[in-house]
């Protein structure tokens, strides 16, 4: 199976470039790509994510730990990886104000242009008006193509239920945009914006969206442990990704929720994009013993339910 996954062209489509929680400098800058973390090794084992992410553990060790890993994502650590994995394209994920997407476009190599999708991606600080969100979003659209937003409530400090977010949504549906939103919560920062990734509360509002896909990044749980949220999701305009989330929770949504509405993620650099494959892997064939089946679902995830959002992307 491994030598199935190898051949196969994937899509990728959660990776960041830049300081994109806004943490700034590591006291030591090292560039080489990141070994696989006590994290991944654990598959996110949920009582040590739960332990991270509680007030108890310092979220200056944790700033640190963030502010070293962005700085192996350079493009040419990216496109390595790639290379390495068999990964034909990404999709390149900014978060305002920290990083946009035009100062993504302007570290693309022109060699390889083709193989990333760059993201819209909203500064609510100057953009809080209706016509702000939506002058802003089209001219992204308009001057770099980008084909869907990222939305992070948590980084971004905004709750999904607010009226920014509600203009957010009306704007991705008349922009023909879908949206990428980071689900769960996000362990560095402390008191309410911690948890405004939680998205339980949104799940009506996106009923009222239905012509704008939105893909819930982390599968709606990171450092979370809420699969019951898969028996939730009713809405057909709601996919998940497979980023950052162990192999079991990847294992609960198989048994459960569309496996045409869940796609490939890795959080690259945060997780090795081989690190998500091999949880990937891990949990299929935890689902399924025929290979067949095995065969059928990872490249379902991988390359063709991507593909439903070709032709925005393109």
């Known amino acids: 199976m491994r030598e199935f996954i190898s051949r196969l062209q994937k899509i990728d489509t959660h990776v960041h470039l830049g300081d994109i929680c806004g943490v700034g400098h590591p006291s030591k800058i090292n560039t080489k790509q990141s070994k696989k973390n006590l994290l991944v090794q654990s598959d996110y084992n949920h009582w040590l994510c739960k332990f991270i992410s509680s007030n108890f553990f310092p979220s200056s060790i944790l700033k640190q730990a963030i502010a070293q890993l962005s700085h192996t994502n350079t493009i040419s650590n990216l496109v390595e990886s790639m290379k390495k994995n068999n990964i034909s394209k990404v999709w390149l994920l900014p978060i305002e104000p920290f990083v946009s997407s035009y100062s993504l476009a302007k570290l693309l190599p022109q060699d390889c242009v083709n193989s990333f999708v760059i993201f819209a991606s909203v500064n609510f600080l100057k953009d ?29 400090n905004v709750d999904p239920t607010s009226p920014k977010a509600i203009a957010l949504y009306e704007a991705a549906e008349e922009l023909d945009m879908f949206i990428v939103m980071h689900g769960g919560i996000t362990p560095f920062l402390r008191g309410p914006q911690k948890k405004l990734g939680r998205v339980r ?40 990704d497979t980023s950052g989330v162990s192999s079991g929770t990847i294992h609960a949504a198989l048994q459960c929720f569309d496996v045409n509405r869940i796609i490939f993620g890795s959080d690259w650099p945060f997780s090795r994009q081989s690190d998500a494959l091999s949880i990937l892997l891990k949990a299929v064939i935890s689902y399924t013993n025929s290979i067949e089946k095995q065969r059928e679902i990872i490249e379902k995830i991988l390359s063709r339910n991507a593909k439903i959002f070709q032709a925005a992307v393109n």
């Open 201 to 240: 509360k949104a799940l009506d509002i996106f009923r009222s969206f239905k012509k704008a896909k939105v893909i819930l990044a982390h599968m709606g749980q990171y450092f979370e442990h809420d699969r019951d949220l898969f028996f939730t999701i009713k809405n057909k305009n709601v996919y998940l």
């Open 128 to 156: 809080s008006t209706r016509l702000d969100i939506h002058r802003s979003l089209n001219e992204q659209k308009s001057k770099l193509g980008c084909p869907g937003i990222k939305f992070h409530p948590n980084i971004q």
